[in-house]
């Protein structure tokens, strides 16, 4: 009867895990308990267009099954000291997120306080809070210097977790806000999302053979739409950066391989696993 008790645990727990290793175990995935946590994707859009895509990207995770018990609040212009003009996309962000968002770009403090308000409450609650820096951590900085001093009895350092994949991203991070969030948050440096085969998600797409797939979803294939031509409409505009893969009609949403490393989904491949798992398997 012990022998058929572990097997069947084993089984469960075998079961429990998807092919990209994602594991399920009730309200968890990956690291990621729904009953507690929050996500917070944050996207500074000054001044690569690749973000305009991973914002998409991260709606079409969001909306999967998989993900649908998730807690989550977007920022959009959550940006560092980098040079160059920023690529607006409000009516992107509320398609996407509808209200569960904030606009640092237009309304940097009130974005701070709101942003800080819903990190508290999760704190507060035995929470983690699972940040997916897609920019700078500038942003971050800010409101997690307000949770510190508003509560200064949680230990943001065990429960706030950020994620960061871009060497660029942390040279164009104020100095002193990058040290402060390493000092006061559980700071993850993984692979860069632009390249493939370095253990983390490779989501740069130089074809344009995965659009038809992408914006011929009932679920999210306005959002890609969407996405598209706000990024073909920015993409190296007014001095802008010049994405060359997005120029020659391809995906760039390189910043996605945070989200996947925050629920588990670090073994996909490509662009095109991606897809497979998060479109086809529904």
């Known amino acids: 009867m012990k022998f058929f ?4 645990s ?5 079961l429990a895990l998807t092919t990209t290793g994602a594991l399920w175990a009730d ?3 990956g690291n990621f308990n ?3 946590d929050l996500f917070i994707p944050q ?3 000054k001044t690569d267009v690749d973000d305009v895509h991973s914002v998409a990207g991260v709606a079409t995770m969001l909306r999967a099954p998989q993900l649908a018990n998730v807690d989550y609040h977007a920022v959009a212009g959550a940006y560092g000291i980098q040079e160059g003009l920023y690529v607006p996309s409000p009516e992107l962000f ?4 509808g209200t569960r968002w904030s606009d640092a770009h237009q309304d940097h403090d009130n974005a701070v306080e709101e942003v800080a308000q819903r990190v508290s409450n999760t704190l507060l609650s035995g929470g983690h809070v699972w940040v997916a820096d897609a920019g700078q951590s500038d942003f971050t900085a800010d409101w997690l210097k307000q949770v510190r001093e508003s509560h200064p009895s949680v230990d943001t350092s ?3 977790h950020v994620v960061q994949h871009s060497d660029w991203n942390e040279s164009v991070t104020s100095p002193d806000k990058l040290a402060y969030v390493r000092q006061n948050a559980n700071y993850h440096k993984i692979a860069d999302g632009n390249e493939i085969g370095n253990g983390t998600p490779g989501f740069r797409a130089e ?3 995965l659009w038809m797939q992408a914006t011929g979803s009932d679920e999210v294939g306005n959002i890609w739409r969407m996405a598209r031509t706000i990024a073909d409409q920015y993409n190296g505009a007014e001095e802008r950066y010049n994405n060359e893969t997005i120029a020659a009609g391809g995906m760039d949403f390189s910043d996605v391989s945070e989200s996947c490393w925050i629920f588990g989904y670090q073994g996909l491949h490509d662009a095109e696993a991606f897809f497979r798992e998060f479109l086809e398997s529904k």
């Open 43 to 45: 996207f500074d859009s």
């Open 34 to 36: 729904t009953e507690r």
């Open 5 to 8: 008790c572990l097997y069947r």
């Open 207 to 209: 074809s344009d053979q």
């Open 158 to 160: 065990m429960h706030v």
């Open 10 to 14: 084993i089984l469960i727990a075998t």
């Open 94 to 97: 509320k398609l996407a997120f």
């Open 27 to 29: 309200s968890v995935i």
